[in-house]
Structures are given as C-alpha cells and as structure tokens.
C-alpha cells in the first residue's frame, strides 16, 4: 500500500498537482501517453525547473500543439475520456474529477449538468490536468490520498463574465466540507485543483504518518515573493502507530473493604486537585462475599508517583496496583449560551475541524436552578436547547471562538 499527502496550504491548481506528482517520481512520458489517448495532437507537457520564493520545483506548462480549440461540454468530454484507452482506474478517477466540476459549475451557472461548457479554461486544459493527475498517481501506485486544508486567497480576478471575488464560485461550490482559508492575496485554488483535491482525496486530515519516500514540489505560474507559490505532495508507505491525538496514560487502581462511604467523594474530589486525569469507583464483591469498591485513578504518567502517594494517603488500602494506558482526547474548548437571562458554560469535543460532543456544564447550570428554584433538569434542558439553536450540533464545523478554559 502506498499513501500520499497533499500540502495545499499555498494553494491548488491542476497543473500544480501534476506537477508535484512528476517531481515525487511519476513518469512524464506516462502522462503524456494518458493526456494524448484522450486528446491526440491537442496538447504539449513540458516540465522545467523553476525557483519560486528561494524554493526548488518542477514546473508543468499544458500549452496547445494548435490554435483550434472547440469549448466542450461536460458530454463530450465524458466520450472522450470513456472512449480513450486508459488503465480502468485512470478512467474511473477523472470521470470522478469531472462529474463533480460538472456539478459545480452547473450550479453556479444555472445550467444543466450535461451542456456545461469548460470555458475558464480551455477544455483541453483541464484534460490534461485531470488525466494527467489520475495517470500519475496511477503510475506511482497511491492507493491513499489524503491532504491538508486548501488556501483559497482573497481579492477579485477578471473572468469570461466580469471581475468576480475570490475564491471564485466554482472553487468556492466545490470546497464544501472542506477545510480552507484564504491564504493570501489573489486566487489560489482554481477549479480543476479543488475538484482533484475533493474527488481523488478521501479525506481532509493532517499529514498521516508515513515511512516517508519522497516529496514532490509542483509550481504554479506566478512567483510571489515571500510566500512559494507551489503544492506539495509526500509520498510513502503507512506506518503503523498510535492515533496522532493519543498519548500516553497511567491507571492507579486499589481494592478497598474497609473505607467509610461517607469519606469516598472526599478523597474522589482530592485526588483530581491533586492532577489526576480522573477518579472513580467501581462497586465489587470480594473474598468471604464483602462488599468492596475498587478506587481507579487515571493520570500521566509523570503524575502517578504523587497519586500514588495520595491514594495510600486518602484510603485505607494497603497496595496500589498500576499498568499503562494509550489514551485519546478530542480536543476541547468552552463557548456560552444564553440561557434563562444568564450565560452558561458549553463544553465542545472536536476533531478535525468538526464538532462531535457539545455538552452544558452541569456546575453553573446547577446554581443556576438554585438562585431560580427550579429543576436541574429543566436548566439542562434548556441550555441543551439553546446550544443547538446556536449550531453547536454534531457534525457542524468547529466554532473559531472557543476558549480552551471556561470564563
């Protein structure tokens, strides 16, 4: 198996991607052969050397071989590709890459999906950045592609239609559920690049961990000073490991008969002062049929000599027992809800850029049932509520302005 990585973080374009998937170790001649079963006679790679901000890439220029371009349409473009022979998953993969910039530039036109014409670019430009990609990641054996959020810039640019903002609609369509942000002045993801990216990528994830076996540095046609204007791509074999958020964790735990109930949360309570991760019971039966709980401390590895310290303290047993744990956290922050005429406390879990729990603090919802006189429950109730209408659900992308501690 062999995994890729794309760093869209100073942009995207179709020739950029190719571009860094020749300069990982995917044949030129290769693509060529792919780009000319679709289009004979239509097109001509050329691959240089280019410097963009100090940094080293290899450059792409897709120029015609003639003046006599017809604009196609998503229909002929669909023959062509159906007809040409290619290596069944290169076909598969740009007719994925196509029916979704298809799609998205249907919807931005108000068109049918059929009769949309790849004018922005000629279509045989976009041929050859799509066919050209599928061939590549073919001829280099990726069976999983992932990449990074995708820098989309800022500012407007000239079109067939008139100046528009960027990121352009057609960008902009197709970067849905994608992580992005602007990146930088001008337009830096275009069409053909976000629907490779969103197509081809399963997913949007940080850098996987990867015997690394090369990189791949493709450049786009301006150089900006400051900032290099190029995607990159690494290349490798997974390997394995734990999850990239787990780390390493320590559970103390002790069977204890003989403790005063009544002193239990007590000693729960001191031992998360004292930097446990957390602190529970678990209520047992032991020898000769005594009732029993065993005492369970999580904590990192580098707390557990005082925990320890503090459960023969605490409790009345006489050994602690303790084994290593891999544990692993979404990431967390606060928000606040208005609520009854006061401001709770919401707890949000996330995780690549997505919410997946969104709880209210029960503590401050408590007080304020006390100085209300209600119910608990009805406070919870109501602050669950009002996290919803504020669009703290699972599933909604991560809000820009949690705090890492409750106010």
């Given amino acids: 198996m062999r995994a890729a990585w ?79 022979p290619l290596a069944d998953p290169v076909r598969a993969s740009a007719l994925a890459a196509f029916a979704r910039l298809a799609v998205a530039e249907a919807r931005v036109h108000g068109t049918g999906t059929e009769e949309v014409h790849f004018h922005e670019v000629g279509a045989w430009d976009s041929i050859a950045d799509v066919v050209g990609v599928c061939a590549a990641l073919h001829d280099l054996a990726v069976t999983d592609l992932t990449a990074g959020p995708a820098a ?37 993801a275009t069409p053909t690049g976000m ?20 990189t791949g540095i493709g450049a786009g046609s301006r150089d900006t000073p400051g900032r290099p204007n190029v995607t990159r791509v690494f290349l490798g074999t997974p390997a394995p490991t734990t999850p990239l958020d787990a780390s390493e964790a320590v559970v103390l735990e002790a069977n204890i008969d003989d403790l005063d109930p009544r002193a239990w949360p007590s000693v729960l309570t001191s031992l998360m002062e004292a930097g446990a991760s957390d602190a529970w019971l678990t209520p047992i039966l032991m020898k000769k049929g005594r009732p029993a709980h065993t005492l369970s401390v999580l904590c990192p590895p580098q707390g557990a000599q005082p925990l320890r310290d503090a459960v023969f303290r605490l409790t009345t047993t006489l050994g602690v027992r303790e084994g290593p744990v891999r544990k692993t956290e979404l990431q967390r922050g606060w928000t606040h809800v208005d609520v009854l005429g006061s401001r709770l406390p919401v707890k949000v879990g996330h995780r690549f850029g997505r919410i997946l729990q969104a ?28 996290a919803h209408q504020a669009g703290l659900t699972s599933g909604a992308p991560t809000p820009q302005t949690l705090t890492p501690e409750p106010a």
């Fill in 6 to 84: 794309v760093d869209a973080s100073a942009g995207i374009a179709g020739d950029m991607l190719l571009a860094a998937l020749v300069d990982g170790g995917a044949a030129l001649s290769t693509v060529r052969a792919a780009v000319e079963a679709v289009v004979p006679g239509e097109v001509r790679l050329v691959q240089t050397q280019v410097i963009r901000a100090g940094m080293r890439a290899t450059r792409i220029d897709v120029t015609p071989s003639n003046d006599d371009h017809a604009h196609r349409t998503w229909r002929d473009i669909r023959r062509l590709i159906e007809q040409a």
């Fill in 152 to 188: 989309l810039g800022v500012g407007r640019v000239t079109t067939a239609h008139g100046e528009i903002p960027v990121p352009v609609p057609a960008v902009a369509e197709l970067a849905t559920e994608w992580q992005v942000f602007a990146g930088g002045e001008g337009e830096l």
């Fill in 195 to 214: 629907a490779l990216l969103t197509t081809l990528a399963r997913e949007c994830s940080p850098l996987p961990h990867l015997r690394l076996e090369r």
């Fill in 359 to 386: 709880t209210p603090e029960f503590a401050p919802a408590a007080a304020l049932a006390a100085r209300l006189g209600l119910p608990v429950h009805s406070v919870l109730a109501a602050a669950a509520a009002a």
